[in-house]
């Protein structure tokens, strides 16, 4: 059950992220999976119809200046129901379904390499370090398809400076949760764990840059990273590592994972770039998902339309050579 597909989402765009991987070895490894995860899955549908929504919870939001205006926000339902979680597997429906398993309380980010003094940052002091902020942003896949998201959070830069990172850090890193218990993809899917992305000490210093604990007023749904992730409205969405366990401040380019996985495919920079195609499809639109069929196909905008905010970062360079 794990490969079939719906019907109405061609394959080419559910497995794009995958396709690189021998793709017997990876569907063999997942449909196994599938059947043993069957039985669970089943229990949980029971025990927790809404998927570790926390429907009961709110966040007190702030409104933002930097909130995108204008926008549509994508429907609550849309926004937890097709994700990308390669740790719960590898479908867009897959970890609605999948992520009860990860256990979020207790939860802490540890805070290493280039510092001034190593750090561990309880969730529920994190959550409160700054008063937290509604940010509508844009969020483009590099898959060709987008939502709107009314996240919750504040800037990256108010924990980086509570992190207190030395002068010689040029690159932070993000790790997120390597748990096979809670999520068993991790053994089946083909990819480098922990999920690892990383940021040019600048880009993550950017006000836009989102340290994210929720959406639509509560905090963040399993599926979209709970309890903490970060989002960053100008890049491709795998920029935005979800569950995140570790912040490590380091001299050189992390390695990030899908990067590694397919090196022409994923860059470490990965802006928004409509001008610079992926090498196995167009980059020029998306599709909305959610939108009415008239409005559903969009031209995609230079840095998602956040150029305005962060194009001076990328001053000089050659974006089609980094990409
Ligand atoms: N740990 C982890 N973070 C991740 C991913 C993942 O597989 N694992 N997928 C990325 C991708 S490809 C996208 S598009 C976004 C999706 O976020 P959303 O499901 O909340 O829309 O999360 C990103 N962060
Ligand atoms: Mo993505």
Redesign the pocket.
């Known amino acids: 059950m794990l490969i079939r597909k719906p019907s109405d989402i061609p394959s080419s765009e559910i497995t794009a ?1 995958a396709d690189y991987m021998d793709r017997r070895k990876f569907m063999a490894g997942a449909a196994a999976l599938g059947a043993a995860a069957l039985g669970a899955e089943r229990l949980s549908n029971i025990a927790s119809p809404q998927q570790a929504v926390q429907a009961d919870t709110k966040l007190t939001t702030i409104p933002s200046k930097y909130s995108t205006t204008g926008v549509t926000p994508t429907s609550f339902q849309d ?1 937890t129901t097709y ?5 719960f597997g590898t479908e867009k429906s897959d ?1 609605a379904r999948n992520a009860w398993r990860l256990q979020t309380s207790p939860w802490s980010i540890k805070v290493d390499g280039l510092v001034k003094q190593k750090k561990t940052f309880d969730i529920d002091a994190l959550m409160k370090l700054r008063p937290m902020e509604e940010r509508v942003y844009r ?1 483009r ?2 898959e060709a398809w987008s ?1 709107v998201i009314p996240w919750a959070g504040y800037s990256l830069s108010e924990f980086i400076k509570a992190c207190e990172p030395l002068s010689n850090a040029r690159y932070v890193q993000f790790l ?1 949760l390597d748990n096979p218990k809670e999520e068993p993809w991790i053994k089946s899917v083909d990819l480098h764990w922990p ?1 690892s992305e990383g940021l040019r000490m600048d880009e993550a210093m950017n006000p836009l840059t989102l340290l994210t604990f929720g959406l639509y007023g509560q905090p963040l749904p399993k ?3 709970a309890p903490v992730r970060v989002v960053l409205p100008w890049k491709y ?2 920029k ?4 995140i366990v570790e912040v490590r401040f380091v001299k050189d380019q992390p390695r990030t994972t899908w990067n590694e996985s397919a090196p022409n495919e994923y860059g470490f920079y990965s802006n928004v770039n409509p001008n610079v195609d992926h090498p196995r499809w167009s980059q020029k639109y998306e599709r909305v998902i959610g939108a009415p069929f008239w409005k559903a196909r969009q031209p995609t905008l230079m840095f998602n339309g956040y150029g305005d905010q962060v194009a001076s970062l990328y001053q000089g360079m050659d974006l089609r050579k980094n990409f």
């Open positions: 992220q926004i994700n990308n979680f390669y740790e970890p969020h896949c590099v939502m997120s999920y599926q979209d990273g969405g795998f935005s590592a979800k569950s």
